[in-house]
């Protein structure tokens, strides 16, 4: 599939932006919830795949507790804590593209997390709500850039735009996937990668 625009630069750029594991740290806020009501002490190290459930080898009751858990905690996607850096990481990019827009994926059946999330987001980063797209079909969303932590997320949305860039970003629960793309954790990083596609891209387009 063809990219959407014909000119290009840093100020043309749309990049795609997840947000748990990125700019939110879902993970630990999940882990306290569950610590605190099921008396477990699990720890952010624990967690080495994507499928928390999988990885802490979770029972089916187990993962219905802990569904039951999350949505019926209104208030929790609220109060996560920022991943480190990622308010200084952020900014730097919003200095390189003009037009930022979060994809985020809502938990099945929570009642307040689409409404939780847009106000922690602007909040936190200052993103308006018409910059935030709550869909787990992020292949659908149209870009230059995708940063995710969900491989697999990665993998569909990189069918559908070829030309695209997908940036997975590095967390203790993908670093044993298989993913042969573009790769960091480091907010300068990022930028570079982008910087680059960016002109990669007005390139050919000048051929
Ligand atoms: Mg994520």
Redesign the pocket.
Known sequence: MAMRRCEYGAGAMRILL?????LADFVGGLLELINRECGTSYRRDDITEFDIGKSLGWSDAMRAKVDDLVRGEPGMILGLAQEPGARVGFGILEQLAGDIYVVTSPWPGHQTWAYERTQWLWRHFAIPSNHVVHTAAKHLVMGDVLV???TSTLESWRREFPSGLAVQWQTPHNMRDAWYGASTRDWDELVEMCRKHMADMERNLCR
């Open positions: 997840d947000c748990d594991g990125v995710d932590d969900k």
